[in-house]
């Protein structure tokens, strides 16, 4: 494909995927977890974060091609991890496609929220169609936008009166554990980053692009997250902020800017879209990837002729998305869809131990402690998937459809 996109390009790819729907609503049901340590687990996020976006920038300056860690997997581990990670990634991130559409619904459409999602997905596929330059403008808008609301809201609730933490009775003091678990909620929101990585055959220069990008896009969206847990942590009191399904414009109402309420409701709104977008992006490539090698259809490895973008794979994404908005509740496929990403990203930090050893250790360790300590119907759930994916493995190559290489 055609390499397009600049340094600032894939910085607001990422920015966009990171700075979706998860920054207005995971904090709650984390501080569920945590309560009054949230910054303590926020800080464990990023940290895995931190080494599996290292691990992920070398990795592409190595093999700059699309796919991201599935390439990474089948050059550096072997075929079968390769195909594990990328059946991971397209599994888990197709499940979020689904819920961020639905996330934007219930903000624009409540009451209508399946053919409002539906219609949502299937106008960001067409974006997509387009070309990966004008899905990059749009999440530059979308990513200001964004960016200036939650400025607002933070700067409202650190100046605010302040809330005394009225605590629930059944919400229970924090426990390791429990920090663990919403150290593994709050990763879901770092995850975008990995969009960067998938774009490696539509980036200029990226042995310098991918990694410098990453950095930029992480070290601005960790700034962002703090800066908001802990003005959430002063205008809600980590009680407040547990009880609450809307954090972000409960704060903005707490603070006594009223009038910053719909505004954050239309901030997260659009925030899910931009999520869409990327998710629909990246899914896309690792499809594509996946194609060339057999692993699936290979019809999917088409590009575009005139767009340059894998055109049948998004199709294809896009209508399953669809599919998922109009038939299925996907509250309890959030679960699995961190779990298959924090399983993705201990692939990439076991590949990138062939090239280091301190940072992946640690991010391999800390990928497989946070899917682990999540709810126990996610691990269940994501387990079974994993396998039913590795068993398909098994009798493709038992049947002698061998991938070409």
Known sequence: ?????????????????????????????????????????????????????TSSARLAARHPQSGGTYVYGRERLG???????????????????????MTFAAYVAPGWE??????????????????????????????????????????AALAGPGHPDAAPASVAA????????????????????????TLGEEVRDPA???????????GAVLLTYAAVCFALLAALGPGGLAASATPVADAAAASGASWLVPVVRAAAALAALGALLALILGVSRTALAMARDGFLPRRLAAVHPRHQVPHVAE??????????????DLRGAIGFSSFGVLLYYAIANAAALTLSRVVPITGLVGCLVLAFALPWR???????????????YALTRRGGDRPER
Do not use: H
């Open 208 to 218: 310098r692009t991918i990694p410098r990008a990453v950095t930029i896009a992480l």
């Open 174 to 197: 924090p426990t390791p554990g429990g920090v663990l678990q919403a150290a593994g909620l709050l990763f879901f929101a770092f995850a975008g980053y990995a969009r960067i990585a």
């Open 1 to 53: 494909m055609r390499r397009r996109l600049g340094t600032g390009d894939a910085v607001t790819v990422g920015l966009g995927a990171m700075l979706g729907a998860g920054v207005f609503a995971a904090f709650g049901p984390a501080a569920r977890s945590a309560r009054e340590l949230l910054p303590v687990a926020l800080g464990i996020a990023a940290v895995v974060a931190y080494c599996n976006a």
């Open 315 to 328: 199709l294809a994404v896009g209508l399953i998305v669809v599919a998922l908005v109009a038939t299925v």
């Open 114 to 155: 399946r053919p409002a999602g539906m219609a949502a997905v299937l106008v960001l596929t067409w974006l997509n169609w387009q070309g990966v330059q004008r899905s990059a403008a749009v999440s530059r808008v979308i990513v200001a936008i964004v960016l200036a609301v939650l400025l607002a809201v933070v700067v």
């Open 79 to 101: 075929p079968f991890w390769g195909y594990l990670a990328g059946w991971t990634f397209v599994v888990g991130k197709t499940a979020s496609c689904a819920a961020m559409a």
């Open 378 to 392: 996610s691990v269940l759930t994501g387990a079974a998937v994993v396998l039913a994916g590795a068993l398909a």
